[in-house]
């Protein structure tokens, strides 16, 4: 949680150089090479640039890991068969999708805003979907197994 916090920190106070722009991590459904070119341009004016390849970068290495391996002990201790297989494959698919997004975002902030092409800025955003298309199973999962049980808790202790 400290990690995220830090995450949503740096995001809010150095890579927004203005209410229209988000992170590219942030942008679920992705984005166009047109949203690449003024974030980017953008994120130079404000020296965010740096920031995130950074500070941010260093974070957003070590998060997903974390996540994920939370994740994958949460799966083996509360479900069994292809459900344990499936949701700690979809756990895995979110870690390999979120490290190439990040690899990919970085070579998109080290090219000058004009340099960039549709093919990179499209592959970047893909994994970004691909990413967040992992993770929200995952987590729906994670938040069932939590409600089931505090429920199972709650009518053990009556």
Do not use: H
Not at 17 to 24: C, D, K, L, Q
Not at 74 to 91: D, E, M, N, P
Not at 96 to 104: I, K, P, Q, S, V
């Amino acid at each position: 949680m400290l990690l995220f916090a830090a995450m949503v920190w740096t995001t809010t106070r150095s890579l927004t150089p203005a209410p229209e722009w988000s992170v590219f991590d942030a942008r679920v459904f992705g984005y166009d090479l047109d949203y690449a070119q003024g974030y980017i341009a953008a994120l130079r004016d404000t020296g965010g640039i740096d920031v995130y390849l950074g500070r941010q970068r260093m974070l957003d290495t070590v998060f997903p890991a974390l996540l994920t391996a939370v994740l994958l002990v949460v799966f083996r201790a509360r479900c069994r068969g292809v459900v344990q297989i499936g949701l700690g494959a979809l756990a895995l698919v979110y870690l390999g999708a979120d490290y190439l997004e990040n690899a990919r975002v970085a070579g998109l902030l080290r090219t000058g805003p004009q340099a960039l092409t549709a093919q990179a800025v499209a592959a970047a955003s893909l994994a970004t979907v691909v990413k967040y298309a992992a993770l929200a199973p995952c987590l729906i999962a994670a938040l069932v197994i939590y409600v089931q049980g505090r429920i199972a808790q709650s009518e053990g202790s009556l």
